[in-house]
């Protein structure tokens, strides 16, 4: 089997979400137990009952281990109060993880983002990636209707203020960018 990931969406039970982030945060831990590399616990900035439990595997069987294992059934079985049923979990294969490894020297990454996701940001990433950035177009364009929607949340990741403060933005910036493995 593939290595992968699975996602477990939780609804916390109404007056709940805090109660039940901390329960699946303490136990989110045992996962280490049955040979998970890595877990993460989302929480919806949108709806705070809402929340991710991510948990990687190498293999989904030692995944089924631990949904299936006796702590997991025991933690579901303390707190079947504190979220909505069912659970229904995804399993996903991984298809590629760390884009520089599978740069050959010299090889380019290139994507786009929207000026309010950051570019210094963006540029660090790549950096700490160990890729050398480079912003190698920019454009303006219509602020995506979308992004009316969501105003509020893209101001609260518009860590470089590309936004205005008050009214709707009618433009955004599009920048392109190169990061480039060393040779």
């Known amino acids: 089997m593939a290595a992968g990931v699975v ?7 109404l007056f709940r979400s805090e109660a039940f982030a901390e329960a699946l945060s303490e136990f989110a831990p045992t996962a280490l137990r049955y040979g ?5 616990i989302y929480r919806s900035r949108d709806d705070e009952y809402k929340f991710t439990h991510m948990v990687s595997f190498e293999d989904k069987s030692a995944f089924e281990a631990y949904w ?10 303390d707190y079947t109060s504190w979220f909505q049923v069912p659970i229904v979990y995804t399993w996903f294969d991984r298809v590629i993880a760390g884009a520089p ?3 050959l020297p010299g090889g380019r990454l290139v994507f786009t983002i929207f000026g309010f996701l950051g570019r210094k940001q963006a540029v660090a990433k790549a950096e700490a990636a160990g890729l050398t950035p480079a912003v190698i177009a920019t454009e303006v364009q219509s602020f995506p ?3 009316y929607e969501r105003i509020d949340h893209i101001r609260t990741v518009d860590l470089e203020a590309t936004l205005p403060v008050h009214g709707m933005p009618r433009t955004v910036e599009r920048i392109a960018i190169e990061a480039v493995a060393p040779r």
């Open 145 to 147: 209707r979308l992004g």
């Open 101 to 103: 490894a599978h740069l």
């Open 36 to 40: 998970a590399t890595d877990y993460r």
């Open 7 to 13: 996602h477990i969406p939780w609804y916390a039970t």
């Open 68 to 77: 299936y294992g006796p702590e997991f059934v025991d933690w579901r079985a």
